[in-house]
């Protein structure tokens, strides 16, 4: 074949080049969902600062100590980082077919004759029963991209890398969010363990004045029974606190991906936890903040492609090819008879009972499906935010007031106690003053501790410190 023949396929093939990378890109997401002007709990309106470490803002190097161990130990967080590999090897895979495959082809051959007059191939003498044959050839195959469908394959890939990137943020942010929350409720615990030990102590104290009293006949029997349940009562709390502490050791030693045996957590007391000040900022900016929203979002662009996909393979396709080779019955000789094939082909679907438009119907519902999965995971994520600025507002009411409750409560019980020694007053007020005591203490610490939790959701919530660039 000379020049003249071979330059209608080469301009065949540049066109087919050139329409393939005319195709067109994946439609941008909509979610038809309008964020709301302004958080209806939120105190600031100022925007929040992205803060890639916000564990850092309550305070605790012990803290910042674990989230680093969980971050690197953490067998979910390995697993998510091997989810996001294996999508960047689908995504190399789904673009391979863009570009033209090559292979190389090396071939040898020796045939012998075992009886008879031989075949064409073989056209055997007395002097000659065998033949070798040697081949060489560079192979090169492209499937012409008319219709956008392997373009949109290779789209779909990248979104769901997005979409897996998007996941890793969404557990490494959960995990973080557990291992504080933990951590907060296991210094809860002991602090609650300290005042249950400290008020048994000071009931044991009353036990024993009461005890005195009666000895001396000036307390009844009644007085000294109340008393001893009232030390019971205390004494049976202690087991419960205790439990709760130690359910909160071990899950924290799980979520750091080790035996509770090896966890340390050394002696930070409650108190040095605080929560920092949180700008929400406005509603809109929680779609780029959110890992969630971001993998929902890029696994709705991928079900678009999808469609793409399915509608291109209805369509017919056009295949190229071009082998460079030698042929020689000689190694020596291999180079001296240079071939050069080319060939097209052109295939379409005629009859497959409905697959291909099946496939097409089913990939539009998963489309639709995950255009309501987006859109009420945007709902859901503007209702974590409202839920934790609400808990945030409602516990700092409640803690304002139950401050002053505990200073009555304190008073009350230092009057009562001191009225009991002195004859002027009757066990029964020193018993519910100091049932009052005991109660305003503990819920003191646990209101500290869900508005500390609050703070986490709060963050959890906006997304932490993870932003989006889709």
């Known amino acids: 074949m000379n020049k003249r023949a071979l330059t209608p396929h080469l301009s065949v093939l540049s066109l087919c080049l050139l329409l393939n990378a005319c195709a067109g890109n994946s439609p941008t997401v909509d979610s038809g969902i309008a964020p709301p002007a302004a958080w209806q709990f939120a105190e600031r309106k100022a925007a929040q600062a992205t803060n890639q470490q916000w564990w850092t803002q309550f305070g605790s190097p012990q803290l910042n100590r674990l989230i680093d161990q969980a971050r690197r130990d953490s067998f979910d967080v390995a697993a998510?980082?091997?989810r996001v590999r294996q999508a960047q090897a689908t995504a190399v895979i789904a673009g391979a077919p863009l570009l033209p495959e090559v292979k190389l082809n090396l071939t040898t051959s020796h045939q012998k004759l075992l009886r008879g007059n031989g075949g064409p191939d073989l056209d055997a003498s007395q002097s000659d029963d065998a033949v070798s044959n040697f081949g060489a050839n560079f192979t090169a195959s492209y499937e012409v991209d008319f219709w956008g469908g392997r373009a949109a394959a290779r789209d779909s890939a990248l979104y769901s890398l997005r979409a897996s990137e998007s996941d890793q943020a969404t557990v490494e942010l959960t995990l973080l969010g557990n291992v504080a929350d933990r951590y907060a409720q296991t210094l809860a615990a002991r602090q609650r363990q300290q005042i249950a030990e400290l008020n048994l102590a000071n009931a044991r104290n009353v036990l024993s004045l009461v005890q005195t009293r009666y000895d001396a006949g000036s307390a009844t029997a009644l007085e000294l029974a109340q008393q001893k349940s009232l030390v019971a009562s205390q004494q049976r709390q202690l087991p419960l606190i205790q439990q709760l502490a130690e359910d909160s050791r071990i899950t924290l030693a799980a979520l750091l991906g080790q035996p509770v045996q090896a966890l340390d957590l050394g002696a930070e007391p409650f108190q040095a936890l605080t929560w920092p000040s949180i700008g929400a900022g406005v509603p809109s900016q929680l779609l780029s903040r959110r890992p969630d929203l971001a993998k929902a979002e890029a696994e709705l662009a991928a079900a678009q492609a999808d469609v793409t996909v399915a509608r291109a393979a209805m369509l017919p396709a056009v295949t190229l090819g071009a082998t460079l080779g030698s042929d020689a019955y000689k190694a020596a000789e291999l180079l001296r008879s240079p071939y050069y094939t080319l060939t097209a082909g052109l295939v379409g679907p005629i009859f497959n009972n409905g697959r291909l438009s099946a496939e097409r119907d089913k990939a539009r519902a998963r489309q639709d499906e995950?255009?309501?999965?987006?859109?009420g995971?945007?709902?859901?994520?503007?209702a974590d935010v409202e839920k934790s600025l609400s808990s945030i507002t409602r516990l700092d009411q409640?803690?304002?007031w139950q401050t002053e409750e505990l200073?009555?409560?304190?008073?009350a019980f230092q009057i009562a106690e001191s009225r009991y020694q002195a004859g002027a007053e009757d066990l029964l007020t020193v018993l519910e003053t100091q049932r009052t005591l005991y109660a305003a203490q503990d819920?003191?610490?646990q209101l500290r501790l869900s508005r500390l939790q609050a703070s986490i959701a709060l963050y959890k919530a906006l997304g932490g410190g993870w932003k989006s660039d889709i």
């Open 80 to 82: 998510a980082m091997a």
């Open 370 to 375: 995950l255009l309501q999965t987006y859109r």
């Open 377 to 382: 995971a945007i709902i859901n994520g503007f």
């Open 398 to 400: 409640q803690r304002q």
């Open 407 to 411: 200073q009555h409560a304190q008073t």
């Open 443 to 445: 819920l003191n610490v």
